[in-house]
């Protein structure tokens, strides 16, 4: 009803974007519908209409830890928006916002009640006098709830609109009006009018294109015209909560601790499923850590209802079932999204295990030191390291009567947050590093012709250094080439940037060493004046490193070929999560939850090389979204796709969105490798591969270094093999010949030590020094020794190349009477200036100080002397 109803006043309506912001810093997820359109309120880029509409999804965690403690909190919503970008403003923002509500919605004019920001009279005559609203009915809030600013940058005042919902959801007070913390008064729309630029400081200049932001939550907006108590009780939601409800066995609304689990769990798997969909992957830093920390909160208040198996993925489906219409990739990647959270949450149910294992010790170690307190630091380790939500550690303590330093959690907690707060860098507001690319103007951009063309000639827009957008650039400068048209592909979808040259009809050389896509459709290239000078207005030729271009094709070709051959041998759960493409080799990340075989990888190896040498005709068409979609193309996770998009295709083989630049067919590619398959992220793997040139040049390093290998063996590489088993087999010989004549030595240092042997209460003891023996001869001496002494007790000292070697043992016999060899050598150990331990009947240790092995050798008996009983 809202789309519709907007595109009839002129709006182009859009889809929900990803929730993962698009060359925006400043969020590590989508929190709002107009968080996507910032670059069009910045005047960074044009936007495709200046009136747009649409449903956005929405992540917000700020109050996560009220999240399912009230039914007014959650972190995922859907957020209504309509927007205008310098075209209407105040009047028809408020008149429409009203006829929606009103007429189309039809929700009783008698109970909707705007505000006003106190000083904005502007918006208090359009309210009164255009929609005749009485002004005792119209109210004005202060800044902090009717202006809208986030850091510098566009902002304004704000007018809201209220809904009663009756006496029932009230707080029964006298006086209880709109701006009460009741239920009864529920905000339902927001009109921010960014008439202002702000500084940051409290300083606002007015904006020459004033825009409208307006946002109305969809699940609010339900709940009114339901007329139900909550965002749970909303019929959509409700059916998922329901399923959790049969899942714990039991029922919404007859146990309040029971009902937090249940809402939570019921918000948190929303945003888990939605998050995942757009790609996000569980992880311990940015987005990822918020996905993670989401999925591990429900899994733990599952385990609180009795859910013992693992029962995440299962809730999944509901959510896809009752939001599949509105958001269709949902199916498509259901796959995807159930392996996904599968896995994550069989790992924690590892961690959390191991967390509570953790969390035992800590409790017997505070009972043996007879304290009751939890340490804020362990507190916020287990918090930290297992995920253990700080209500969680607290709960456990409590029931073993335990407290816990909260205060020092919460120290503990903000020195994090303060050294991540010290890390970030100077942003501008879209959360980006301020760049002297800002400064270009908006209406420049720039054309990419080079899917059929190496060269072009074309017209220099603008040229910045570092530092400034400047009128020309001289001989050794260093700068940035923008040019209305270009055959230099910029690096984006994993494929680097071409290189080359810019020249003028003067004789001017410009190094092209980078080629990037700014804002606003701009392309730049990077580089350095090699001669001459160049001006704005200049005309130039354009021209790539053609060998690089082809070699880099062929890479980026080949990944297509991989993808495909990965979804054939795996299934249809890969998906790329990442991929680098240079003229030396390609890098392929994908989905996938475990290490391939090596079986799997000659298949999909072999599969490759197949299509190559089908000699496939790869065919680029141009068509709409829906169009490749219907031809099962490929997508990328979280990527930003325009109305027309570019669909590859290789034979019937591969189909695929891509922006890249291929090869013309796949036999081209000439040959393919697979050098490494490795793990790189949790359910992410990483393939590096090599084609065509790259292969011939690291076989023909293989060749070098096979060569040398059987120079140094002193063979032929035919013989090598042979050589190396012959090698080998000298080898033992020589280590044989080398252990008896270690042995022989070892002995001859000892010489005849049984004439040493001391009696201490009853037990035999022999404790002796030997020169030059190490800890394997010295082990062989004492098994010797004790084969020869019988029952007792053995004490072996040997220096070596300035360190000590000791060893003590101790017959099964002595030991019944108290003799321990690990304590032995615990004890002497210090006087040689080490350490070690072991077993009762085996102890050895690693000494620094050779001038202290007779005292150590003497305390020996005094222990030994302690330890008979």
Request: negative net charge.
């Amino acid at each position: 009803m809202f789309l519709d109803f907007f595109e009839s006043k002129g709006h182009l309506c859009k889809s929900s974007y990803s929730l993962v912001p698009h060359n925006d810093n400043s969020v590590l997820l989508i929190p709002a519908g107009m968080a996507p359109l910032k670059p069009y309120f910045t005047g960074q880029e044009i936007p495709p209409r200046t009136r747009m509409a649409t449903c956005q999804k929405c992540i917000r965690t700020g109050d996560i830890e009220n999240v399912g403690k009230t039914a007014r909190h959650g972190t995922f919503f859907e957020m209504l928006g309509n927007f205008s970008f310098g075209d209407y403003f105040k009047k028809e923002a408020i008149a429409w916002s009203w006829e929606f509500l009103t007429e189309v919605v039809g929700l009783d004019p008698n109970r909707l009640y705007p505000s006003i920001y106190e000083d904005d009279d502007e918006a208090f005559e359009i309210w009164n006098k255009q929609q005749g609203i009485p002004a005792e009915r119209i109210f004005r809030f202060g800044k902090e709830d009717n202006f809208w600013e986030h850091g510098a940058g566009p902002c304004g005042p704000c007018s809201e609109i209220y809904y009663d919902r009756g006496e029932a959801y009230g707080c029964g007070k006298p006086g209880c009006t709109v701006g009460c913390d009741c239920d009864r008064y529920m905000e339902i729309w927001n009109n921010v009018f960014t008439q202002f630029d702000g500084d940051g400081k409290g300083n606002y200049v007015e904006l020459s294109h004033k825009n409208i932001d307006t946002g109305m939550g969809l699940e609010r907006l339900a709940v009114v015209v339901q007329d139900v108590d909550s965002i749970f009780n909303v019929d959509t939601i409700r059916a998922l909560l329901d399923e959790v409800c049969r899942l714990a066995g039991t029922t919404y609304n007859a146990d309040h601790e029971k009902d937090v689990s249940l809402r939570l769990i019921t918000d948190h798997i929303r945003s888990v499923t939605f998050m995942v969909s757009d790609g996000i992957m569980p992880s311990n830093e940015g987005r990822g850590y918020v996905l993670r920390r989401l999925l591990r909160r429900a899994a733990r208040h599952g385990r609180m209802l009795g859910i013992e198996s693992k029962f995440l993925a299962d809730l999944s489906k509901k959510v896809i079932e009752v939001s599949r219409d509105g958001y269709p990739e949902l199916d498509e990647k259901a796959e995807f999204i159930y392996r996904v959270i599968n896995q994550e949450e069989e790992n924690f149910n590892k961690t959390i295990d191991q967390g509570l294992s953790i969390l035992a010790d800590m409790e017997q170690k505070l009972a043996n030191a007879g304290e009751k307190t939890l340490s804020g630091e362990d507190a916020f380790k287990l918090y930290d390291t297992y995920g253990f939500p700080l209500d969680l550690t607290k709960e456990i303590m409590m029931e073993k009567g335990f407290d816990i330093d909260e205060d020092g959690f919460n120290t503990a907690m903000e020195n994090q947050r303060k050294m991540a707060r010290e890390a970030r860098k100077t942003t501008n507001y879209m959360g980006a590093d301020v760049t002297v690319y800002q400064s270009i103007d908006t209406s420049i951009t720039s054309k990419f012709v080079g899917y059929d063309k190496n060269s072009c000639d074309s017209k220099i827009t603008v040229l910045t250094t570092d530092t400034d957008v400047v009128e020309a650039l001289t001989d050794g400068q260093e700068g940035t080439i923008l040019t209305e048209e270009t055959p230099f592909y910029a690096t984006s979808g994993g494929q680097v940037a071409d290189t080359g040259v810019i020249r003028n009809a003067d004789g001017g050389v410009f190094e092209v060493k980078d080629t990037i896509k700014l804002q606003g459709g701009r392309i730049g290239h990077v580089g350095k004046v090699v001669s001459g000078m160049f001006y704005v207005g200049d005309a130039v030729t354009l021209e790539i490193n053609e060998e690089q271009r082809a070699a880099t094709a062929r890479n980026h070709s080949a990944t297509h070929l991989l993808q495909k051959a990965l979804r054939t041998v795996l299934g249809t759960h890969v998906e790329q999560a990442g991929s680098y493409n240079d003229k030396d080799r390609l890098r392929f990340d994908f989905t996938h939850f475990s290490a391939l075989s090596a079986e799997e990888l000659k298949k999909v190896e072999d599969i490759v090389n197949e299509e190559i040498r089908a000699a496939l005709p790869v065919v680029t068409k141009v068509m709409s979204l829906d169009e490749a979609k219907k031809l099962g193309a490929m997508a990328l996770f979280g990527e930003k796709y325009g109305d027309a998009v570019r669909v590859v295709s290789m034979g019937d083989f591969s189909t695929e969105l891509c922006g890249g630049t291929h090869v013309a067919n796949t036999e081209n590619i000439g040959c393919f490798k697979i050098l490494s398959e490795t793990g790189v992220a949790a359910g992410v793997r990483r393939i590096e591969a090599l084609t065509s040139t790259g292969l011939l040049a690291y076989y023909a390093e293989m060749e070098k270094e096979f060569h040398a290998a059987a120079a140094a063996a002193k063979s032929t590489p035919a013989n090598l093999e042979a050589r190396i088993h012959q090698m080998q087999e000298e080898m033992k010989v020589l280590q044989s010949e080398n252990e008896k004549l270690k042995d022989k030595l070892a002995k001859g240092s000892l010489g005849d030590v049984m004439n040493q042997v001391k009696e201490i209460k009853g037990v035999k003891t022999l404790a002796v020094k030997v020169s030059d023996v190490d800890m394997n001869e010295l082990r062989n001496l004492g098994d010797q020794l004790k084969e020869k002494l019988g029952e007792g007790v053995i004490v072996l000292a040997s220096e070596l190349n300035g360190k000590v070697n000791l060893i003590t043992m101790a017959t099964d016999g002595v030991q019944k009477l108290g003799a321990h060899a690990g304590n032995l050598i615990k004890a002497i150990a210090s006087e040689v200036g080490g350490g070690g331990g072991g077993r009762p009947g085996m102890a050895q240790a690693g000494g620094k100080n050779p001038a202290g092995i007779d005292n150590a050798l003497e305390k020996a008996a005094k222990v030994i002397e302690e330890q008979i009983h």
